[in-house]
């Protein structure tokens, strides 16, 4: 079976599709089979992995609204073994037009349990809305990555009060993997302030590996590329690199809780 891992936060731009998107790289470069599905509006994953959107048989809509099949709307990318369940703008009208189905939060559970892949890696919106509730009732594992900034913990509070409603009633199953500190900057304090006060907030979650803020990671999806194969030397490439060992190191270990 798939170890589905949502990536969350419903704080915009902490770094959410460029961990999506550079895990999966070095998940597939690892001989991993994987799956990234784009749960967001804005598509930045599937451009991000150089996917066409105006030339799409349908996308996560058709499957979420239109019960279309998964695999017929999954793209394969530009690297081997990685594939994308893509986004497009009218995704957001799911927000609205599930609200009045029947088991609204399992649809996507329910459009990608029957998939074979080693790694199904969800992208979710920078919202608490019915979208990133679908994709954390699909998951059994959370990361959620946590810019190394002044107001990193604000709204925590909030996504953590989400999971452990998730947990109540609707995905038991659901474990925090880990807390990801990104766009690290090891030249000033704060930095190092705020990765401290994560550590305390979350001990034991946070990641050994720490993302730097790195400009070619902000660079590669303009050219539809992850950092893999944008600039392997980078900084930013290393790190990403090592965090998709650490998370293939945890995912044999039973999900914890907390
Ligand atoms: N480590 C990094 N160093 C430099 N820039 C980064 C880094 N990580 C992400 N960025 C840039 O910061 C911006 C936000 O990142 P990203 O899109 O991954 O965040 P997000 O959480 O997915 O945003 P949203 O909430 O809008 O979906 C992007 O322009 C991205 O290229
Ligand atoms: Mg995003």
Partial sequence: MAHIIAIANQKGGVGKTTTTINLGAYLADGKKSVLIVDLDPQGNTSSG?????????????????????????????AIKGLSVLPASP??????????????REFKLREAIKD????????????????LTINGLVAANDLIIPVQA???????????????????????????LMGVLVTMH???TSLSTQVHSEIKRHF??????????????????????K??????KWSKGAKAYKDF?????????????KS
């Fill in 49 to 77: 992995l150089g996917i066409a959107k105006d030339k799409l048989a349908g996308d996560l809509y058709d499957v979420l609204v239109e019960k279309m099949p998964a695999l017929a709307v999954v793209q394969e990318t």
């Fill in 90 to 103: 009218v995704l957001a009208a799911a927000e609205v037009e599930l609200v009045a189905h029947a088991k």
């Fill in 115 to 130: 998939l074979s892949y080693d790694y199904i890696i969800i992208d979710c919106p920078p919202s608490l809305g019915i």
């Fill in 149 to 175: 900034e002044f107001y990193a913990l604000e709204g925590l509070g909030q996504l953590v009060q989400t999971v452990q409603r998730v947990r109540k009633g609707l995905n038991p199953k659901l474990g």
């Fill in 185 to 187: 900057n090891g030249r």
């Fill in 203 to 224: 001990p034991d979650k946070v990641f050994d590996t720490v993302i730097p803020r790195n400009v070619r990671l902000a660079e590669a999806p303009s050219f539809g």
């Fill in 226 to 231: 992850s950092i893999m194969h944008y600039d």
């Fill in 244 to 256: 998709a060992k650490e998370v293939v190191k945890r995912s044999k270990q039973p999900a914890g």
